[in-house]
């Protein structure tokens, strides 16, 4: 397991891992989104979206790599099933300054599949093995790898156990189980994280048949309670769409998870934290450059559940508004939400 020392202010340096982590999601946990769930939690672990080995190998490296300081730890989900294009594109994640690459062998869409990569890859435990020791090869840093429970029909515990069995054999001692079987055809990505049912006993057994190994569960989780019970037989829990869609859920894992002794910031506080970033990107990028809504955009969960979450929503979706681009606007959104609640 990756250790991090990240330095804190009144307190000794917390050490950070993958206990906690929000999943790679594509179009949304770009650099920006990974900046605001930063200023949420400063020690759970992050990830890009999937980039392809093609995208590195034959297109704009600084364009798909480049990411701010302040995202640490951050790992980089690469797409590809080519041993020697993944390990190029594992070293260049690794000159960027990624803490980790990760091999996705759990997306089940038919673009994905027809790349020959992501969850298709499960039927091919022995290339997904050469892939890994190509990267670990090629790179200092740790090579992990998220896949699912199983392949369409396939109901036996088996498969995944003879999957990670195979993969760990080049190296591989970190895997990310999305406790469900993806589907190849006939459901959409939507539809494949919700119709398979969940098989969260099939993550707890591999944990017991590779105690030695690093197992984090991902899939269906949106409360404390449940992460602390999957704590109780895993070494780690990711998020997904509900760290994305009620982002503030984070805001007490560093206290819970981590030790670190540093009250939260408040809602109100992250919106402030993120004003300069925002101001500091729009003016590198130019009026013709990136809009205020690449950014704003992820924000919009961040009252979830609060009186007045809906009008805080409108201000930050206000086409008119967006178009001046003024970073004040999350203080009005605040402050809409003061008065509707």
């Known amino acids: ?57 034959y297109g ?103 999957f990670v069995g195979t993969v760990a054999e080049a190296g591989c001692k970190t895997f990310i189980v999305h406790a469900r079987n993806a589907i190849l055809k006939g459901l959409s990505p939507k ?7 969940l098989k969260y006993e099939f993550a707890y057994q591999l944990k017991r048949d590779f105690p030695d190994f690093e197992i984090i569960i991902n899939g269906g989780v949106k409360t404390e309670a449940e992460i602390d019970e999957h704590l109780q037989h895993l070494d780690g829990v990711m998020l997904g769409r509900e760290a994305y869609h009620n982002p503030f859920v984070m805001a007490g894992f560093d206290q819970r998870y981590y030790g670190d002794a540093r009250a939260p910031k408040s809602r109100e506080e992250v919106l402030e934290a993120m004003i300069p970033y925002i101001q500091a990107q729009l003016a590198q990028h130019g009026a013709r450059g990136l809009k205020l809504n690449t950014i704003t955009r992820h924000m919009l969960g961040l009252m979830t559940g609060l009186p ?30 003061r008065i509707a609640a």
């Open 308 to 337: 007045g979450a809906r009008a805080f929503r409108q201000v930050l979706s206000d086409s008119k508004k967006l178009a001046l681009g003024d970073a004040d606007l999350l203080r009005e959104a605040a402050a809409r939400l």
């Open 191 to 197: 539809e494949n994280r919700e119709v398979p049912p």
């Open 60 to 162: 704009d490296v600084e364009r798909h790599l480049r990411f701010n300081d302040e995202e640490h730890p951050v790992a980089l989900q690469l797409g590809g099933s080519d041993p020697a294009d993944l390990a190029t594109s594992a070293k260049l994640g690794e000159k960027w300054g990624y803490d980790e690459i990760n091999l996705n062998c759990g997306c089940p869409s038919e673009r994905v599949q027809k790349g020959a990569f992501g969850a298709c890859l499960m039927a091919e435990p022995q290339l997904v093995a050469d892939c890994v020791k190509a990267m670990r090869d090629a790179v200092s840093i740790d090579v992990t790898v998220k896949h699912r429970v199983g392949i369409d029909q396939t109901e036996s515990y088996d498969f995944v156990r003879d």
């Open 1 to 57: 397991m990756t250790i991090i020392t990240l330095p804190t202010t009144d307190t000794a340096p917390v050490k950070a891992s993958r206990r906690l982590s929000v999943a790679p999601m594509m179009d949304w946990t770009d650099r920006h989104c990974r900046v605001f769930h930063r200023h949420i939690s400063q020690h759970t672990w992050l990830y890009t979206e999937m980039v392809t080995t093609g995208a590195l190998v």
